[in-house]
């Protein structure tokens, strides 16, 4: 009977021990988790974000593309907004899925975007970075803080600004 005791306090005690281990931010896609880290280059390969790398400032994720209306219209009003305030440690890091280069540049041009931090994901919703970050559902934008946690999801460029100040 005494052994009996002690592989149920045993097995409590690391039942318990799991329940806590799932409360650490992890990578994921809900507030509190730790945005999945990725590279990206640009097309011509001039220029490469690691989100790894930006951590020690505020990162503004977007996903979009020029066929989803609203993801493209949350896109350039997010862009605008932060283009339009002084807040230098905030980067926006924008990533269009359209598989076509010139649909994307001419989406750029069209909302007049001139984030250093634009890409274009040419393998489109087949992209390795589309399903990381589970995107299947629609596209959206996070908002991420100086450890890379996620902060905020789905937020306009009026909710961006409140977060901010």
């Known amino acids: 009977m005494r ?3 002690w592989i149920f306090v045993v097995l409590l005690i690391s039942s318990l021990t799991s329940f806590v281990a799932k409360d650490k931010p992890t990578g994921g896609l809900n ?3 730790v945005a999945p880290d990725f590279k990206i ?3 011509s390969n001039e220029q490469t974000v690691d989100l790894d790398e930006l951590k020690g400032e505020y990162v503004l994720l977007s996903f979009w593309a020029s066929y989803d209306a609203q993801s493209r219209m949350l896109n350039a009003g997010l862009s605008n907004a932060l ?3 002084t807040y230098d440690n905030v980067k926006m890091v924008s990533v269009s899925f359209d598989e076509y280069q010139s649909i994307f540049a001419e989406t750029i041009r069209k909302d007049q975007i001139v984030t250093p931090t634009c890409f274009v994901e040419t393998k489109g919703e087949k992209s390795g970075l589309f399903k990381k970050y589970n995107l299947n559902r ?3 934008n996070y908002l991420l803080d ?3 946690v996620i902060i905020a999801k789905n ?3 009026t909710e961006l600004s409140d977060y901010l100040n």
């Open 146 to 148: 100086d450890n890379g």
């Open 31 to 33: 507030l509190g988790d």
């Open 83 to 85: 283009q339009s305030t």
């Open 155 to 157: 937020i306009s460029a």
């Open 138 to 140: 629609g596209f959206t």
């Open 41 to 43: 280059k640009t097309i």
């Open 3 to 5: 052994h009996v005791k």
